[in-house]
């Protein structure tokens, strides 16, 4: 299986650690790509033109993280753990973390005479209530939803630093402090390039 991916995304990190929590991942070629250079290899494979891409066993494009890991799942008899609604929900929280950071990111980017001021406050707002109203996992567990909540906090310490999402989630973030080290966390960090 080939997974195009980028070192930085949160949503092709979630893949990789997937991956080794279920302990596959020398199942994996990983295929470093910049979505944002629009690679015509990628685009052949996801007309969405993003990562990540997994080729399947058989030759499939599948192209969203969630069904990515619902793939490696199955390869290894394990799909009931994704797919009961209690983790989807969970997931969806967290998921939509990173997209509210992501596009806060993609945002700051943009000329500053173009950014919206009303979409940055509205993702802002999204990422406070969110971060704030996050369950502490109970002790043990760290599914699927709470590897992409760990990985979401992480991006936006990665990419958004001056946004202190911890004053008013501070449970969460001594929960983060005690699953980083986790080799599936530690092993696909990203470091600024
Ligand atoms: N729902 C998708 C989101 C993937 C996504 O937005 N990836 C970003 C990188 S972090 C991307 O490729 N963006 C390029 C673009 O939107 O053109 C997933 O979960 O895989």
Not at 3 to 18: D, E, G, I, M, N
Not at 49 to 77: N, R, W
Request: glycine share 4%.
């Amino acid at each position: 299986m080939k997974l195009h991916y980028s070192p930085t995304s949160p949503y092709a990190r979630k893949v990789r650690a997937a991956a080794i929590q279920l302990g596959i991942e020398h199942l994996i070629e990983p295929v470093a790509v910049n979505p944002l250079d629009d690679p015509a290899d990628l685009e052949a494979r996801n007309p969405l033109g993003k990562v990540p891409v997994l080729e399947a066993a058989d030759g499939t494009m599948l192209c969203d993280s969630l069904v990515i890991c619902q793939y490696l799942f199955d390869v290894q008899g394990r799909s009931a753990e994704v797919l009961s609604i209690d983790l989807l929900n969970r997931h969806a929280l967290a998921n939509g973390l990173i997209d509210a950071a992501l596009n806060i990111v993609m945002e700051h980017r943009r000329d500053a005479s173009r950014q919206s001021d009303y979409w940055l406050d509205r993702w802002c707002q999204a990422v406070a209530r969110t971060t704030a109203q996050a369950a502490v996992p109970p002790e043990r567990r760290f599914d699927l939803a709470d590897l992409t909540l760990a990985i979401a906090l992480e991006y936006l310490d990665f990419r958004l630093p001056d946004i202190d999402w911890r004053t008013g989630a501070r449970d969460i973030a001594a929960w983060l402090v005690e699953v980083r080290d986790y080799p599936e966390l530690a092993s696909t960090r990203p470091s600024h390039e």
